[in-house]
Structure formats: C-alpha cells, structure tokens
C-alpha cells in the first residue's frame, strides 16, 4: 500500500496514491480515519470520539446508501435516465406520444 505522511503542527496526515487524506490525528488525541472506494468515494470514515459513518454509491457516483452510528439509515433508489429514441423529426415524436 503506497500512502504519504506529512507532519506538521503538531498534526499527522496520511494520504493514499491518489492524495485522499485516509487518516487525521492531532496533538490533542483526535483522529480521523477513512477509507475510499476504487473510485475515491468515501465509503467509510470513523474518528476517536466513536462516531461513524458508511456509505455505498452507484456508478455513477451517486450515494445510494448512508448510515451512521446514531441509529440514522438512509437509503436511496438511484435515479433512472431519460429514455431517449430516435424519430426521423418532430413530428413523428408527436405522433407517437399521442398513439399512447
């Protein structure tokens, strides 16, 4: 696993291979974990206080599920796309949404 650290202030940062910040901690004992996704969307994160959070996302990067260490859940149906079709011109389109 290729990851960076960087000090300063008194602070800890470490970041992956794609300069996501994945873990935070500063003097005074706080920290801050997360991990992503193969395509970098946070999927879960924690910190020392005991909160949490999850998420799950489409592929379109669409979060499509959230939950969280309260009790809180969220799920959403990912949004479906315009069907599109092709009419010869305007006129045909017309025609046929009032055949239906």
């Given at each position: 696993?290729?990851?960076?650290?960087?000090?300063?202030?008194?602070?800890?940062?470490?970041?992956?291979?794609?300069?996501?910040?994945?873990?935070?901690?500063?003097?005074?004992?706080f920290w801050l974990k997360s991990k992503r996704d193969k395509d970098g969307n946070e999927?879960?994160?924690?910190?020392?206080?005991?909160?949490?959070?999850?998420?799950?996302?489409?592929?379109?990067?669409?979060?499509?599920?959230?939950?969280?260490?309260?009790?809180?859940?969220?799920?959403?149906?990912?949004?479906?796309?315009?069907?599109?079709?092709?009419?010869?011109?305007?006129?045909?389109?017309?025609?046929?949404?009032?055949?239906?």
């Open positions: 696993m290729k990851l960076r650290i960087e000090r300063k202030d008194n602070e800890i940062r470490i970041y992956d291979k794609d300069n996501n910040e994945i873990y935070y901690e500063n003097s005074e004992v999927i879960f994160w924690e910190n020392s206080n005991g909160y949490w959070e999850k998420r799950k996302f489409d592929k379109e990067h669409n979060e499509i599920y959230y939950e969280d260490s309260t009790g809180e859940k969220q799920e959403r149906k990912p949004e479906t796309k315009p069907e599109y079709k092709n009419y010869e011109n305007l006129d045909e389109a017309i025609k046929e949404a009032r055949e239906k």
